[in-house]
């Protein structure tokens, strides 16, 4: 049985004409339409490479609608989830930051890393386990780690926690609100994303065969 591939055209596959003409391969399909240095500026792949996938485009909004043309809907609601995310990213980084700051300056006078970097540092603790040759070790010893877990632990993470909590539910909602809206404007409110529609050739074929069966991997 002959089989279809799908593929980028290079070197490495410069035998898929023979593999064609043997009927060991039904046909091939490249990934991409057009070149990417096309001299064609308004190529839609080489348009997206400029204008959409540059380091030069980081802060500018992505062209969705140029993406969903280009890859199909799926693509291009992914590309919009992780575009929202993203900016939705920024709120919740920026109260962690103040939160690790917060952190930083109550460093000095947190009476927990005192405890275990003066007051006790030379308290003698217990070996971490029972085999011979495990060493006593000092609480003075875990001062660095202490006022490391300070940093991130601290009585801002309490506040943090329950930003992050409203932080999840608004995302979720406004999300909802966002797809709805892209969804309308690409005419897709009923797309499946589990659908696969079978090609116009297979359809054609389809109709002229005679003898058919159930598939029984699909059936």
């Not at 939160?99 to 947190?110: A, Q």
């Not at 011979?132 to 875990?142: A, H």
Request: glycine share 6%; aromatic share 16%; with cysteine.
């Amino acid at each position: 049985m002959p089989y279809v591939f799908i593929l980028c055209f290079s070197p490495i596959f410069s035998g898929i004409t023979k593999l064609i003409k043997d009927r060991v391969s039904e046909a091939a399909f490249p990934l991409h339409e057009g070149e990417c240095h096309s001299s064609d500026d308004k190529a839609p792949r080489k348009w997206l490479l400029n204008n959409w996938a540059s380091f030069s485009t980081i802060f500018k909004k992505q062209p969705l609608d140029d993406i969903k043309e280009y890859f199909g809907v799926k693509i291009g609601l992914y590309f919009a989830w992780l575009g929202f995310y993203t900016c939705m990213l920024i709120p919740a980084s920026a109260v962690g930051v103040l939160c690790f700051i917060y952190g930083f300056f109550t460093l000095v006078g947190d009476a927990h890393s005192k405890d275990v970097c003066e007051n006790h540092n030379d308290v003698i603790l217990c070996p971490r386990c029972d085999i011979k040759g495990c060493k006593y070790e000092q609480l003075g010893q875990t001062c660095t780690f202490v006022k490391i877990t300070h940093l991130f632990d601290n009585g801002a993470a309490v506040f943090f926690a329950v930003f992050m909590s409203l932080w999840a539910v608004i995302f979720m909602e406004l999300w909802k609100r966002y797809s709805s809206k892209i969804t309308h404007h690409w005419d897709a409110t009923n797309f499946d994303t589990l659908e696969e529609h079978p090609r116009p050739e297979y359809l054609a074929k389809l109709s002229t065969v005679k003898k058919k069966k159930v598939n029984f991997i699909t059936g």
